[in-house]
């Protein structure tokens, strides 16, 4: 089945430097969808790309989909402590039925 | 009903036991599914709905069952709980495709 790796488990950085997490599927994706968690809360939608080589920017968060469509990162400006929690990835690819296969996630830890 | 509840917030359960978990949406979202989230193991898919009358098996459905009556509601059920079960669950509903809306989840601890 479908698989979706995601580097790293964990990143603990010094507010102002910047974060990065990557994503990797074992197959082609129709679309990924990129999720913050809080620590304690729920998963919250952030994006999704669709297109290869597609970009996407929100304020200091910059997404990026693989050409081939099989990878995916999240690069994070100037790391505020607003930005600690759980960055997951979730692909959909041909034939899943519209089922998300979330990577395990990339726990984020900010230090004032 | 303000987007997607979950009841019960948290329960403790002894082994064997039966428990149902309630979700309940008003977001009219066809599609609903059900995590489990494990530390160090991510998301992952017990059971989903893509409309009402249908279900399908996730990635780990083994000791779980769903049912989806109408559109709003999809329980999730452990016909004899065991210790592994021990984690928190999460609701969430979609409209296929499109992003995904989670409930506030419901943490179970087997004992």
């Known amino acids: 089945g479908q698989q979706v790796m995601q580097i790293p488990q964990y990143q603990h950085v010094q507010e102002g430097e910047d974060f990065t997490t990557y994503c990797n599927s074992s197959?082609?994706?129709?679309?990924i969808q990129w999720y913050k968690q809080r620590p304690g809360g729920h998963p919250v939608f952030l994006i999704q790309l669709v297109k290869s080589g597609e970009v996407k920017k929100q304020k200091r968060l910059t997404f990026q989909f693989g050409e081939a469509k099989k990878n995916s990162s999240l690069h994070i400006t100037a790391t505020q402590t607003t930005d600690v929690g759980t960055y997951f990835c979730?692909?959909?690819?041909?034939?899943?039925?519209?089922?998300?296969?979330f990577g395990k996630g990339t726990l984020l830890t900010v230090n004032p | 009903i303000a987007g997607i509840t979950q009841a019960p917030t948290s329960q403790i359960l002894a082994a064997g036991r039966r428990m149902t978990l309630r979700c309940t949406q008003d977001?009219?979202?066809?599609?609903m599914y059900w995590y489990r989230q494990d530390l160090g193991l991510g998301l992952r898919l017990i059971h989903y709905s893509n409309t009402a009358g249908t279900t399908g098996k996730g990635e780990v459905p083994d000791g779980y069952s769903v049912s989806r009556a109408n559109t709003d509601d999809f329980p999730l059920t452990l016909a004899s709980a065991v210790p592994s079960q021990t984690s928190v669950y999460f609701c969430?509903?979609?409209?296929?495709?499109?992003?995904?809306?989670f409930g506030p989840g419901t943490r179970l601890t087997v004992l």
């Open positions: 969430a509903t979609g409209t296929g495709l499109n992003e995904q809306f």
């Open positions: 197959t082609t994706l129709s679309n």
């Open positions: 979730a692909g959909i690819s041909g034939g899943s039925n519209y089922k998300l296969t």
């Open positions: 977001m009219r979202h066809n599609a």
